[in-house]
DNA sequence: ACCGTCCCTGAATCATTGG
DNA sequence: TCCAATGATTCAGGGACGG
């Protein structure tokens, strides 16, 4: 069969032209059974792709995604590994159909693929995640483990510790003869878990084709990566806008990908030849970049029930309670802002909007001038820290009167 | 059947002494069928805990799964849910079950909670998520939706614009007569999504050397609140230590707990008893903070440098800097209290000591009289949520009194 | 009662613009 | 050339409504 190529038709027939063991990961993103047509337009409007997902019962479709499970483990190389991605809807009855073709014990991770999305008006829990099932086909699989950073909480002195099992089995760091802790070998960071958060397609990313349920490359990119090593054959019989085959290509592993729509393999052909990947600034930089308010700056907004703003210079927050039918941003003085910079950021950020309050936070004593005050209409508080300091101050004046007394 | 209270025996039985239609939460977390047994050890080895999860097989399992949600349908009012607990070990069968006996369409949701944890040895991907399922009784079920804050990567300034549709009926942002863009109605935050990222530990223990099976209190608190009101029933037919116990109890629910082993029923009626004491001794310090003060006075607390002091109902916290040389006691004023008893309070409790400054932070407006607060040497700074709202309270007059004009 | 269709929602984040 | 600020666009959505 054709490798590096995109083959349009069914998927359950097409793969019967696959050689039995040549294959190192399949990775399927079937119907979940949502029973609903999925139909999504692309950025210009030139074009509508659509897949249907309806079904006359679940039988009907697990019997579907069985024969191609079958297929999947014939044409798996020993070393290879399944990738079944679905949600909720069907994920239980379409692993115990895993369970029963690929062995239970082959059975490796359910892996959870979270994100943030836009809410809806839904009662009960926003849906934030996805579920992919990860089996080998036997227990020799090949795997490379990677390594993410440890989180900023961990204590890099103690993990570098080594352990040993104490009289009791307990796990306990290891001491030489002087009671000082042995170093343990080095450290790569944490092994990837189970549990990925990529950021959703946005709706602004170039990446972005107009097929409809469309996945991140960066999905793609972790899963190839764990499993296959380069110029190995990835496959995706459910290729859709070919995502899979554009992950598989930049990592330069060989690939075939099948789908029963002449519209998504021309799409996929092409997106192959365009190879445009979004760059997540998210992923690259990691969320804690975003975070820039000190735990005493959040603990300040919680105080007046506000909920915090991040990356922008002039508003720290906004009161959870509107005033006079508007939002009421908060502002909290920085260390090393003059309140007159505060008020002038405040007030840069709040204009054009017809906020009716606004609220500087003072965190510093201060001379600025009573004119200056009276030009502006943001409303200056002081925050307790601040009252606190002053208070002393003066308590300290009256005491040292008294002794001068 | 005895409420609030602990219950020694098999789930099984003891769930027939409760009355139909009468529990309004039943969170279960059963063994997860590991087919070993399960024993711990506690901090200073004085006591060993152990449970069994052995079976026969499968089918043994399920059926014993089965026969608890076949009771807690029963016993469940109709506006009431179940959530189980378990692992990607047997999630599929149980969930087939829970999809059996409560119906598909009172599927709700498949909650996952994921938490960070040391890595081990084996070959492929670190497990970092548990799974509860959530199903409710009918699809009149209560649900309190929460809030979170927002990604720290949202345009907050973009989304408190009101939208409307153009001409060509796509959503645009609204503008007024100048341009300037229309502010839209009050936001409450991002709702609560279905995963849950809960540290084991609780982060104000990071001292806390652990105990394993035990979920996050926090983990419990989140499930009682979406589902339940005050004084609603909560079941737990495997309670084992006793965390929802702890939780509604906490939470102010009513509670019934049952489990097999005495010496769980033991130690949990213990932490109930002495939730805080309890807590300290076989668990961690830093739990007592989550239990005697609300997240919000501990952030007013941090706020002015402060640290917190548990079991003083006249003192909160002290400065972490002294004043003359002495302590600086802190008083929050609290959600029943009047000034004057928060102060008499304060007085109370620093009576003999010789504080030189002791500050008491009012939270709520007051028409004490200005003579009374001279007789006291207590010093009262108003919270900033407080001088928020009698800013709000001014402007509305100020504002009342321009439309008179 | 059940389906299809229409209409509403709302926060996330990359691409673009601006400095 | 880089960083910061701004906003466009969405919908493995969800509910309401009418035939």
């Known amino acids: 069969m054709d490798i590096n190529n995109i083959i349009h038709g069914n998927c359950i027939e097409k793969l019967n032209d696959i050689d039995d063991n040549s294959v190192d990961l399949i990775y399927f993103d079937p119907p979940f059974f949502t029973q609903r047509k999925h139909t999504l337009t692309n950025k210009d409007n030139s074009k509508t792709f659509a897949f249907d997902d309806k079904y006359n019962s679940i039988e009907e479709y697990l019997s579907m995604i069985e024969r191609v499970i079958e297929q999947s483990k014939r044409i798996l190389k020993n070393t290879g590994s399944v990738f079944l991605h679905c949600d ?3 994920s239980h009855h379409i692993r115990l159909v895993l369970d029963r073709v690929l062995g239970r014990d082959n059975f490796q991770s359910e892996i959870i693929w979270t994100y943030k ?11 934030a995640h996805q579920v992919i099932f990860f089996y080998s086909k036997t227990q020799d699989f090949k795997f490379n483990t990677l390594y993410t950073d440890y989180s900023a909480t961990t204590n890099l002195d103690q993990i570098l510790q080594d352990r040993e099992r104490n009289a009791n089995g307990k796990s306990v760091y290891k001491r030489d003869e002087y009671g000082n802790t042995v170093l343990g070998k080095e450290k790569r960071g944490v092994p990837l878990s189970d549990v990925w958060e990529i ?3 946005n709706p602004k990313a170039r990446e972005r084709t107009g097929y409809p349920t469309q996945k991140p490359v960066v999905l793609l990119t972790q899963l190839i990566n764990i499993a296959t090593d380069e110029g190995d054959l990835v496959l995706d019989p459910f290729c859709g806008s070919g995502t899979t085959c554009v992950a598989a290509k930049y990592l330069q592993r060989k690939y075939i990908g099948i789908d029963i729509s002449g519209d998504a393999v021309e799409l996929a052909k092409m997106r192959l030849e365009e190879m445009i990947i979004s760059e997540s600034n998210l992923l690259n930089k990691g969320v804690n970049e975003y975070y820039e308010k000190t735990e005493k700056e959040l603990a300040l907004l919680q105080n007046i029930n506000a909920f915090p703003v991040q990356r922008n210079s002039g508003i720290d927050g906004f009161l959870k309670e509107h005033f006079g039918g508007a939002p009421v941003p908060i502002k909290i003085q920085k260390e090393d802002e003059t309140l007159e910079d505060a008020i002038k950021k405040l007030e840069k950020s709040s204009h054009g909007k017809n906020y009716i309050m606004k609220i500087l936070i003072q965190t510093k004593e201060t001379n600025v001038s009573r004119l200056f005050r009276l030009e502006t209409d943001v409303t200056i508080l002081k925050s307790l820290e601040l ?3 002053e208070l002393a101050n003066k308590n300290n004046k009256l005491r040292a009167a008294k002794v001068l007394q």
């Open 88 to 90: 909720k809807t069907a």
């Open 117 to 127: 999305r836009w809410s809806n008006a839904k009662k009960g829990l926003l849906n």
């Open 199 to 201: 950021p959703y397609l």
């Open 387 to 389: 009252q606190t300091k």
